[in-house]
């Protein structure tokens, strides 16, 4: 893969197709890797240039100093798209991806011009921060969990329980989650970025055209926490997509394929006439 220099660090990214420009943001712990398995093979050939990468700490550079914010994570992204050119673009982020997404179209609207948010949220709840410190006191602490343990809690908060029927697809899942590398310390400094503040009155401030997408089975980002955020963003649409969790992009990829082609196609005369106003700007 390609490597970038981007507010000084390098990130390990990849770029394909041609056409209108998707930056795809992946989730915490993950590399842009998993987007390659379904999202980028079906928006390349739609007609569009998608650009996935490594967020810091799991590149060329290995983890950097403790502190991590999401404002290093936002200007790492503008960095990418301002060095490849990208901008404006669509950028489609999931989980932490998608709130880095909305934070970009904030700080850099100049950068984005059409968001989708898959598996997002806005506020952390009860829940959400029970867990996100759970995980950072286990971190504390130095434990790491045994990786059929770690294998079986993935399942159970990221997968939808209505694919537990079929006992062959479960267990391939299973042993996929059991041979993943334990968190590092890139993922581990991620998982300190929750619990995450309220943001939905920042999002009314969104202008880029916006479509939110959630997972009916997300216990991780319920589809309640992604209707609160298309009800924030002005004039964002909303969909749930059924029979999935957290990993939608993954478990249901045809419809999640089906919905991000329909919105970038819906979204086309909105992005043109937004890039127009800004280069007439310039």
């Known amino acids: 893969m390609p490597v970038i220099a981007v507010n000084g660090v390098r990130l390990a990214y990849q770029d394909l197709g041609h056409g209108p420009p998707v930056l795809l943001v992946m989730g915490a712990g993950a590399t842009g890797s998993a987007w390659h398995l379904h999202q980028v093979p079906a928006l390349v050939a739609a007609g569009h240039r998608v650009v996935t990468f490594d967020y810091r700490g799991f590149g060329p550079d290995g983890p950097g100093a403790p502190g991590l914010t999401v404002d290093d994570l936002v200007a790492d992204i503008a960095g990418l798209v301002t060095r490849l050119d990208l901008g404006p673009c669509t950028v489609v982020g999931t989980s932490l991806g998608a709130r880095l997404a909305a934070e970009l179209a904030?700080?850099?609207?100049?950068?984005v011009d059409a968001l989708v948010l898959m598996a997002t949220?806005?506020?952390?709840?009860?829940?959400?921060?029970a867990l996100s410190l759970a995980e950072q006191e286990l971190d504390d602490r130095g434990i790491e969990l045994p990786p059929r343990y770690r294998a079986v809690v993935k399942a159970l908060t990221e997968l939808s329980p209505r694919g537990f029927a079929d006992e062959?697809?479960?267990?391939?899942?299973?042993?996929?989650f059991e041979?993943?590398?334990?968190?590092?310390r890139a993922a581990r400094d991620q998982r300190r970025l929750y619990p995450m503040p309220d943001r939905l009155d920042a999002y009314r401030r969104i202008d880029a055209p916006c479509h939110?997408?959630?997972?009916?089975?997300?216990?991780m980002a319920p589809p309640a926490?992604?209707?609160?955020v298309a009800a924030a963003v002005p004039g964002a649409g909303f969909e749930v997509i059924e029979g999935c969790g957290h990993?939608?992009?993954?478990e249901r990829p045809d419809a999640?394929?089906?919905?991000?082609?329909?919105?970038?196609?819906?979204s086309a005369p909105a992005r043109t006439d937004r890039s127009l106003k800004k280069e007439n700007r310039r």
Not at 106 to 111: G, H, I, K, S
Not at 179 to 184: C, E, I, K, N, R
Not at 212 to 219: E, H, L, S, T
Not at 247 to 250: A, I, Q, R, W
């Open 256 to 266: 999640v394929n089906r919905a991000l082609l329909e919105f970038l196609w819906a």
């Open 225 to 228: 926490a992604g209707r609160e």
């Open 106 to 111: 904030l700080a850099r609207p100049d950068l």
């Open 212 to 219: 939110v997408i959630a997972f009916a089975d997300d216990v």
């Open 121 to 129: 949220r806005g506020r952390s709840d009860p829940l959400h921060t």
């Open 247 to 250: 990993l939608g992009y993954l």
């Open 179 to 184: 041979l993943a590398p334990p968190p590092g």
């Open 168 to 176: 062959q697809a479960l267990t391939d899942w299973l042993e996929v």
